[in-house]
């Protein structure tokens, strides 16, 4: 069965530090992954996709990693702000026309000012 | 802006009491899907659409239909609505599944079934 996890589940820093949200899959057959942020009462909004060719991708202060054989996949996050404060969650998908992707249950993220 | 758009955004309704969930994207995506969010559980598929007039289960669609009329247009439909359903519903759309341009989600909708 193809699952998505995510540790911790929740996790509270000071601003300004840097920090490593991790995801990992149990099936390493993995098309693409892609990783969102919810905020309460709002949406997913699309951070990062990285495609099962590609090691990494980078978005201003972000950074996400791939890496199959091992079934893991982080998002970096540099010089937190409280603004990032949200729920991170990571979604796999496996290819197909049904375009599924497992979630994992996410990781809240509270940063102090 | 693009933008996926869900209405309403909360909904308290009764038991049996048939309710419809619009999702509309400007983005002239083919793929649309439909995910229900409750805790413990995360998100799951419900169902999903290739395009206009072709539609396909997803994972949980027990009670629940969808119609693809038009492009742009995935709405979500409870015929008759149990409290199981209460949830948060989001709607997303994509050129194709696994486009590297990803999923574009909707702000949610907020379903509770009394």
């Known amino acids: 069965k193809q699952e998505v996890t995510q540790i911790p589940a929740a996790l509270s820093v000071p601003e300004g530090e840097n920090l490593v949200l991790n995801c990992s899959f149990t099936?390493?057959?993995?098309?693409?992954l892609q990783w969102f942020r919810q905020d309460p009462g709002k949406g997913l909004t699309s951070l990062l996709l990285?495609?099962?060719?590609?090691r990494e991708q980078t978005s201003g202060r972000l950074n996400a990693s791939l890496d199959k054989s091992s079934g893991r996949s982080t998002l970096y996050i540099a010089a937190s702000q409280p603004g990032d404060s949200a729920t991170y969650l990571c979604?796999?998908?496996?290819?197909?026309?049904?375009?599924?992707?497992?979630f994992g249950k996410g990781t809240k993220l509270s940063v102090k000012p | 802006e693009a933008q996926v758009t869900q209405n309403p955004r909360y909904l308290i309704t009764v038991t049996g009491k048939k309710l419809t969930v619009t999702c509309s994207q400007n983005?002239?995506?083919?793929?649309m899907s439909w995910y229900r969010q409750d805790p413990g559980l995360g998100l799951r598929q419900i169902y999903y659409?290739?395009?206009?007039?072709?539609?396909d289960k997803g994972d949980v669609p027990e009670g629940y239909k969808v119609s693809r009329k038009e492009k742009r247009n995935f709405p979500l439909i409870l015929e008759s609505p149990s409290p199981n359903q209460t949830s948060l519903y989001f709607c997303?759309?994509?050129?194709?599944?696994?486009?590297?341009?990803?999923?574009?989600f909707g702000s949610g909708t907020r379903l509770t079934v009394v």
């Open positions: 990285i495609q099962s060719s590609q």
């Open positions: 659409s290739m395009n206009v007039e072709v539609t």
């Open positions: 099936d390493s057959a993995i098309y693409n």
């Open positions: 983005m002239n995506h083919e793929y």
């Open positions: 979604a796999a998908h496996y290819g197909g026309s049904q375009g599924n992707l497992i």
């Open positions: 997303a759309s994509s050129f194709s599944p696994g486009a590297v341009s990803g999923y574009t």
